[in-house]
């Protein structure tokens, strides 16, 4: 079926240093959606984003992070500068649309480690 | 806001025994509700959806089914097996601006032979 990939799998930097998620959604799709998962936790919502803009954010999506997709490219969330509370799986999700019955199509998640 | 509130976990079976794990919501609107799996080292994947109130989901034995007068969406399986031993999320999804959706804490299940 259809497959959202995230790159890289795990990603390992040091506390202060910027770091780029990249995620590419399934082809046809049209909203993106970025999770927080602490190990052994809740996975908590991030962002949404539709059409080169941010539709919702949550309080965990601090001002240190941004989302962007050109055209064509990968949806990236960024954090610049990380803190050592941003370590944690972060998934990235896509939807073919808006309607309320279409499922979210998840990627494996990226860990990431700050140190 | 839109909120869903399901069964802490972890929960602990042996095989062959029946699960159920409590999900309840809130929104304003008509939602559609999904229950979605968690296997280790993977992101979530659709367990089923029920988009209409009253109506039954159901897909690898286990079921829920919308209940619009008690706002809930329990998830039942009538006997377990160890390849069930994952985390399963109750969701919402509303037709909105924001196109948010809203998942539950998340339920661990562990399932010993």
């Known amino acids: 079926g259809p497959k959202v990939l995230q790159i890289p799998s795990h990603q390992i930097i040091d506390m202060g240093q910027m770091v780029t998620l990249n995620c590419d959604p399934v082809?046809?799709?049209?909203?993106f959606y970025w999770y927080k998962q602490i190990l052994g936790q809740q996975m908590e919502f991030l962002v949404n984003?539709?059409?080169?803009?941010?539709?919702?954010k949550s309080k965990l999506f601090k001002d240190q992070f941004s989302v962007e997709r050109p055209d064509g490219s990968y949806f990236t969330l960024k954090i610049q500068p990380t803190a050592l509370e941003d370590s944690a799986v972060y998934f990235c999700?896509?939807?073919?649309?808006?309607?309320?019955?279409?499922?979210?199509?998840f990627g494996h998640g990226t860990k990431l480690s700050v140190l | 806001g839109d909120s869903v509130t399901q069964t802490e976990g972890p929960v602990t079976l042996s095989e062959g025994t029946s699960l159920t794990v409590n999900c309840s919501y809130e929104?304003?609107?008509?939602?559609?509700l999904f229950w979605y799996v968690q296997y280790p080292g993977e992101g979530p994947q659709l367990l089923f959806k029920?988009?209409?109130?009253?109506e039954k989901g159901s897909n690898r034995g286990f079921e829920a089914t919308y209940n619009k007068e008690a706002t809930s969406f329990h998830l039942q399986k009538a006997s377990v097996q160890e390849s069930d031993s994952a985390v399963y999320y109750c969701?919402?999804?509303?037709?909105?601006?924001?196109?948010?959706?809203?998942f539950g804490t998340g339920t661990r299940l562990q399932v010993l032979p």
């Open positions: 984003f539709y059409n080169g803009k941010v539709m919702e």
């Open positions: 969701a919402l999804r509303r037709a909105s601006n924001t196109n948010k959706v809203v």
């Open positions: 999700a896509s939807s073919p649309g808006r309607r309320a019955n279409e499922r979210l199509f």
């Open positions: 929104t304003k609107q008509y939602p559609t």
């Open positions: 029920v988009p209409k109130a009253n």
């Open positions: 082809s046809n799709h049209l909203y």
